[in-house]
Structures are given as C-alpha cells and as structure tokens.
C-alpha cells in the first residue's frame, strides 16, 4: 500500500529542492506526478528552490478549505498518477493532511510533504501535527553557523537580530528565505532568540 510520507527541515535543508529532485526522477521514468502547493504561500506558483533556475510550476495552488482528495481524484482521473508531492506541507490545514492520508489509502498513490516542523518559536504549525501524527516521517538535515546540526528555525528582523521567541512581532506566517529565517542548534537558538518559551 502507498504511504504518506512528511520529510521534514528546518530553513535552508533542501526541502523544495529535494521535491524537484523526487520529481524530476519520476518524470524521467515515465512517471506522472502531480505538485500541490498551498496558497498561503503568494510568492508565486513556482516551486523554486535557493539553487539558481531549479523550479518547477505547481499543478494545483490549494487554498485552505480546498478538499485535496477530490482535488488529485479528478485529476488522476483525467490521467493516472504515479505519486503526489506537496511543497510548504506545513500550511496545508489539518484536514487536508487527512484527505491526502485518504490518497494514500484508497487511491494506492504515494503522498511526499516537504516543510517545517516547528515555527520560529519552537511551535508545531498546525498542519505539521497532522502531518507528524499520520505519515513516515524523515528529517533532512541542516547545520548551524557553528557546525552543528540545526533543528530549529529562528527568525530575524531587517537588520539580522533575532526576534525573541516570547514576542509575537510578527504571524506564525511570514514568507521569506535566508532574508528572514535562520536554521540553529538548540544552543544558539536559546543564545540568540532566548529560552523564556522554555522556562516555568
């Protein structure tokens, strides 16, 4: 039976360009694959990654109430598919994690989400729970500045300082690269974005 699977990294471990590998792979088999992104994230339709012209467009921008099952049903209707890959998986809403589970199960069609686990205070995004609750979970790995592997996400100001993990100066959503986040080890995260969120 296919599976449901959520590979997952902080900022900057490949995540879209490890999709447009798996995707070009299937394409070069043969294969028919069919890309979701959601449309919390209005950069543009194209899944891009930081390494210079590897793109792709998505077939399908998913706004949040969206039933992704029917969505890939029509379409493997039209022409059958081979495998589903969903880019940002962190913002497609809980129930539509449970409708690309469905996917897996009752279409037999391998489901691979690529995101976030954690936001920028060391909280699960919404999406990411079902996400970890349901599918196979990998982590793609990222370092720290210091050499040391990253597993949270920090998030900085125009001038390069952290936010605070106890301040909401922003959403749990912001859309940025490199401009705006930072991956960190646990010790510079609590150095740099601090550990309030973490005491009693």
Known sequence: MAKLYFRYGPMGSGKSAQLLIVAQNYRD?????????????????????????????????????????QAVLEAH????LDC??????????????????LVTVKLNLPVIGYGLRTDYQAELFPGSARWLALAQLEELKMICRCNRKATLTGRKRADGSFIASDK????????GGS??????CPLHYV????????RR
Do not use: C, H
């Not at 909401?168 to 859309?175: G, P, R, S, T, V």
């Open 179 to 184: 401009e705006s986040y930072e991956a960190l």
């Open 84 to 101: 589903v890959l969903v880019d940002e998986a962190q913002f497609i809403a809980p129930q539509q994690v449970n409708d690309l589970f």
């Open 29 to 69: 088999a043969g294969r028919r694959v069919f890309i979701i992104k959601p449309a919390t994230d209005t950069r543009s339709e194209l899944i891009e990654s930081r390494i210079p012209g590897v793109e792709a467009r998505a077939d399908l921008v998913a706004p949040t109430g969206l039933n992704l099952f």
């Open 191 to 198: 150095e740099w974005v601090g550990d309030t969120r973490f």
């Open 77 to 80: 209707a039209q022409a059958p």
């Open 168 to 175: 909401a100066e922003n959403d749990q959503i912001l859309m």
